[in-house]
């Protein structure tokens, strides 16, 4: 059975980021808006400031 473990999750303009860790998948985010759509890319991650930074930066190029 895998697990997933949610380390982030914080409002950056209208958006929420959150930062996951799933034992199948190592470190992701996922960036979801108001309308509730869900975008990101199934791009891994070794620690969890790594997704974080990498999911910061999709909400300030607009993503």
Known sequence: MSTTKV???ISINDL???????ESDCWQFRLI???CEVFGER????TPEA??????EW???GY
Not at 43 to 46: D, H
């Open 16 to 22: 929420i980021l959150l930062v996951f860790y799933s």
């Open 7 to 9: 380390h982030l999750l």
């Open 43 to 46: 791009k891994l991650y070794y």
């Open 51 to 56: 997704a974080e930074k990498a999911g910061r």
């Open 59 to 61: 909400v300030y190029q």
């Open 33 to 35: 808006s108001a309308g």
